[in-house]
């Protein structure tokens, strides 16, 4: 008897061939003119234009509304802007050093792609070290966890950001062990779960972690950052042994070392450390520098 009285509906009319194409249409025409304007941006060498063109991507309200924007696309979209994200930071890297719009691109890439775990990892290690930002590369990761609670790369990125820079040692060790947990967890992760905090600030265990980082990517770009934070680690830790040494020294002779070979010559250091920039360390006022200028510290 119900179906006698149902109203009979008509079968939904499909979208025609222009409306169903429309979005990629749209979307691959400002991509193509974007990239017609940093050619002509380059040709002209201006490279604080070029930055503009970059900049085009925070015109975009938000990752969602290319999403919505692109509908089925959105893998299409989302490559695009990997590719973005990549060249912004390869060309920073390569310039001046400064990513205003790091942050912005990798959270329009991942509301994208919310299960892009290694856009994540990317992101979140480059805007803590790069980019010099480690909140906000930590609120990435958090946004990550949220979509992918069984990624354990994500807490494990957010633990060793927490060792690393913020030196919260007894967050890093929670985070390290809630990793450690998780589906197909890297062996490393409850080793670090275990010595975060015993060994907090350690040279050789920092050491360790940035050779395990290095060890466990594929990614160039990652792998040249792992290096160039080695030789950091190698330089302040250059700085810190002379820096004792010449502590030590004082307070025995009460007076400093006129040099810091007087250091080698009267056995408080074997040797004088190799600074990895290909300069030297030097004394001054009671204080141990070295003469690569900051400026050319990676």
Not at 7 to 21: D, F, I, K
Not at 111 to 130: C, K, N, Q, R, S
Not at 158 to 170: L, T
Not at 206 to 215: E, G
Request: aromatic residues 12%.
């Amino acid at each position: 008897m119900l179906e006698e009285i149902r109203p009979v509906s008509s079968p939904p009319r499909s979208p025609g061939l222009l409306a169903r194409l429309l979005p990629v249409v749209v979307i691959c025409w400002g991509f193509v003119g974007v990239y017609l304007l940093q050619l002509s941006i380059d040709h002209a060498g201006e490279n604080r234009m070029r930055e503009k063109v970059v900049q085009e991507l925070a015109y975009f309200p938000s990752g969602k509304f290319i999403r919505e924007a692109s509908v089925e696309y959105s893998d299409l979209a989302a490559d695009w802007v990997w590719l973005r994200a990549t060249q912004y930071y390869g060309f920073h890297l390569m310039t001046d050093r400064k990513y205003e719009w790091l942050g912005h691109v990798f959270g329009i890439l991942t509301t994208l792609d919310p299960e892009f775990v290694g856009a994540y990892h990317f992101g979140a290690i480059t805007l803590a070290w790069d980019a010099r930002l480690p909140a906000e590369a930590i609120a990435f990761l958090v946004k990550g966890m949220k979509a992918n609670p069984m990624e354990w790369q994500l807490p494990f990125d957010a633990a060793f950001i927490s060792y690393m820079v913020s030196k919260d040692y007894e967050t890093a060790g929670a985070l390290f062990e809630i990793a450690s947990r998780l589906p197909n967890a890297w062996f490393v992760a409850s080793r670090w779960a275990a010595v975060a905090v015993a060994k907090a600030g350690d040279y050789e265990t920092a050491k360790q972690m940035w050779l395990d980082i290095y060890n466990g990517t594929e990614n160039k770009a990652l792998r040249s950052l792992v290096v160039r934070q080695l030789r950091n680690l190698n330089l302040n830790r250059g700085l810190d042994i002379l820096q004792k040494a010449v502590d030590r020294f004082r307070e025995d002779k009460g007076r400093l070392p006129t040099a810091l070979s007087e250091l080698v010559r009267t056995g408080y250091v074997t040797r004088i450390p190799p600074e990895p920039y290909d300069h030297e360390y030097y004394l001054e006022g009671g204080t141990v520098k070295s003469s690569t200028p900051p400026g050319e510290r990676d």
